[in-house]
Nanobody, 124 residues
Framework: QVQLVESGGGLVQPGGSLRLSCAAS????????IGWFRRAPGKEREGISC????????YYVPRMSGRFVISRDNAKNIVYLDVSDVTPEDTAVYYC?????????????????WGQGTQVTVSS
């Protein structure tokens, strides 16, 4: 059974950076996809980026590219999301999720396993 656990959230000042981690366990499929999503207060959950850890291929939602960088450490079974130059609009609960469909997409219906989320608050 796949389990995903996020960490790294907290309070960040505008203009700062942060690294979120998604620790994965129980993955047996080589072409498993892990994605990062977020839900801002009063808004729908939205996709940011995803990665296929086995080969490192990535996909970014176009408007999310630039300030968000997804990466992985296969030795530690961790997928990271680096966020730079944060603004208050980045305040959200950030989730990682896993998909067994070998497609680099942010279609949420394809992600069946979700972490509990980690809160990121951007404020001075």
């Amino acid at each position: 059974q796949v389990q995903l656990v996020e960490s790294g959230g907290g309070l960040v000042q505008p203009g700062g950076s942060l690294r979120l981690s998604c620790a994965a366990s129980g993955i047996t499929q080589d072409n498993y996809i892990i994605g990062w999503f977020r839900r801002a207060p009063g808004k729908e959950r939205e996709g940011i980026s995803c990665i296929r850890p086995s080969d490192g291929n990535t996909y970014y939602v176009p408007r999310m590219s630039g300030r968000f960088v997804i990466s992985r450490d296969n030795a530690k079974n961790i997928v990271y999301l680096d966020v730079s130059d944060v603004t208050p609009e980045d305040t959200a609960v950030y989730y990682c999720a896993g998909s067994t469909f070998n497609i680099l997409t942010m279609a949420q219906m394809l992600y069946k396993t979700w972490g509990q989320g980690t809160q990121v608050t951007v404020s001075s």
